[in-house]
T-cell receptor, first 115, second 113 residues
Framework: GAVVSQHPSRVICKSGTSVKIECRSLDFQATTMFWYRQFPKQSLMLMATSNEGSKATYEQGVEKDKFLINHASLTLSTLTVTSAHPEDSSFYIC???????????FGPGTRLTVL | GESVGLHLPTLSVQEGDNSIINCAYSNSASDYFIWYKQESGKGPQFIIDIRSNMDKRQGQRVTVLLNKTVKHLSLQIAATQPGDSAVYFCAENIMDSWGKLQFGAGTQVVVTP
């Protein structure tokens, strides 16, 4: 089956620093990738939709200058949390799709802790 | 936004019994629905999906029922096992929305021996 990986799986950083999270589709070409954030005991909230080679589309309330998304190839999307603060601590999950309304394949998530 | 102190609804099921997890979806234009299982510290795992032109679909030990009239979705798990303990989310999709999913609140399933 389709496999999506994320790196790193866990990251701890100091307040004010930037953190980059990678999402890779390992065995298929992902024309669309999605980034979600999940706080403890809560559901997944879509942050942005990323199509290869174009700018990401952000959901309402998500700051595009704080959460930089790059989808430079059909197998890699990155999310950079800039100037991270403790309230950005969360579980960040990506998913990848080969397009349209096809099934999304989810990565294992990245636990970000900002001290 | 974030809700402090939010607790997931919990369904406690005895091993071997059947589980029924319910979900009310919000958008009458949604035409594709998926159930995901999420274990602690992991990403969601696809269980089963259903399109709006169907009202029932069966998989291995799982059945999804869709009632479009009342915008209700349910997941039935037969002969629940300890490995079924997880949080279950329903998600809805509108076909022309580039595959964007909206997730429900989730239900914590706890399987007791």
């Amino acid at each position: 089956g389709a496999v999506v990986s994320q790196h790193p799986s866990r990251v701890i950083c100091k307040s004010g620093t930037s953190v980059k999270i990678e999402c890779r589709s390992l065995d298929f070409q992902a024309t669309t990738m999605f980034w979600y954030r999940q706080f403890p005991k809560q559901s997944l909230m879509l942050m942005a939709t990323s199509n290869e080679g174009s700018k990401a589309t952000y959901e309402q309330g998500v700051e595009k200058d704080k959460f930089l998304i790059n989808h430079a190839s059909l197998t890699l999307s990155t999310l950079t949390v800039t100037s991270a603060h403790p309230e950005d601590s969360s579980f960040y999950i990506c998913s990848a799709s080969s397009g349209g309304a096809n099934e999304q394949f989810f990565g294992p998530g990245t636990r970000l802790t900002v001290l | 936004g974030e809700s402090v102190g939010l607790h997931l609804p919990t369904l406690s099921v005895q091993e071997g019994d059947n589980s029924i997890i319910n979900c009310a979806y919000s958008n009458s234009a949604s035409d594709y629905f998926i159930w995901y299982k999420q274990e602690s510290g992991k990403g969601p795992q696809f269980i089963i999906d259903i399109r709006s032109n169907m009202d029932k679909r069966q998989g291995q030990r799982v059945t999804v029922l869709l009632n479009k009239t009342v915008k209700h979705l349910s997941l039935q798990i037969a002969a629940t096992q300890p490995g079924d303990s997880a949080v279950y989310f329903c998600a809805e999709n509108i076909m022309d929305s580039w595959g964007k999913l909206q997730f429900g609140a989730g239900t914590q399933v706890v399987v007791t021996p």
